[in-house]
């Protein structure tokens, strides 16, 4: 049970984490994984394995979509954008979180720790 | 340095997917892995060191069945409908499309048609750029942005091949002669097809030029 839900909240905050850095700009694979690395210092980290399969579902989703184009280095990547009905989605996706930490933050002092 | 591509096709070979698709997701974790690599030796590792790192990091049977529940059937049809059957749609409606409305074709018989013609020479280029932008929109590969930007002079092309060897290899009577049929293959698929790519090349330089 308690397995599930953290896969559930891994999945979630994965998911979440893809679209608010795609809202700012189109990225590849490789750029999303380093991004997400950086700005959470090392917390979230995206491999291989977990990225990919997370980047064919949203786009089944239609919730992004990837086009190829070259990078500022001259090479070929698959380049992923936040679609409309992902914007869409981004919004109550973001308030829905919000409200999770501020339930778990009253419940736990979450915040805090 | 490592040969990814390899790497990958090697290790996803049973992945249930179409060619394209399979080729797509190969090409896109061949480059994952390509920079995750250079990354690890920048980082001051030796290319060893570097190469089993770099591969420490996937389970690829459980990768390979992720992918393919991520990229199912419905996104296939999705995806080549959109990719593919849109953009070819509205490439073959708005350039050749429009000669099934009745009495248009009249006008490319008239006394003087250089006028339809060029008129519709102009509009080409434009046809060509749209149906560049809405293919590259819409995440087509390159050889499929080609194809739907090129399909009126494919499709011509394959029509006037079957004109052309009808009328030669079976010697029936036909009204126009041998000289007409070359020039009709020469507007229909040469010239239509390098309007037609100019307008997506036109518009491909300047996309990119302006990202």
Redesign the interface.
Known sequence: MLARIRSKIARGSAELSIMALLADEPLYGFEIAKRIEEKTNGALHFTLASLYPMLYELEKRHWIVGRWQENQAGRNRRYYSLTPTGKKHLVPLRREWRSFFQALDQLAGVSHA | MPDWNLVVREQLHRLQLPPELVE??I???E???E??YEEHLAGGLIQSEAFDLTLK???WS??AK??E????K??LM?RRTKQIWFPSLISLTASIGWMTIPGIPSYFRAPRPSLPYLVWMITLPLVGATVGYLS???????AAQLVTVLLPAIVMSALWVMIISTVGLERIQHPLPFAHLGVGFLIWVVLQGTALLCGALLFWKLD?SL?
């Open positions: 797509e997701v090409a896109e974790l480059a994952h892995l920079e995750q990091q996937v389970n459980r990768l992720d992918i529940s991520s990229k199912g419905e996104e999705n590259r929109r819409v995440g087509s590969t390159r990119k990202a």
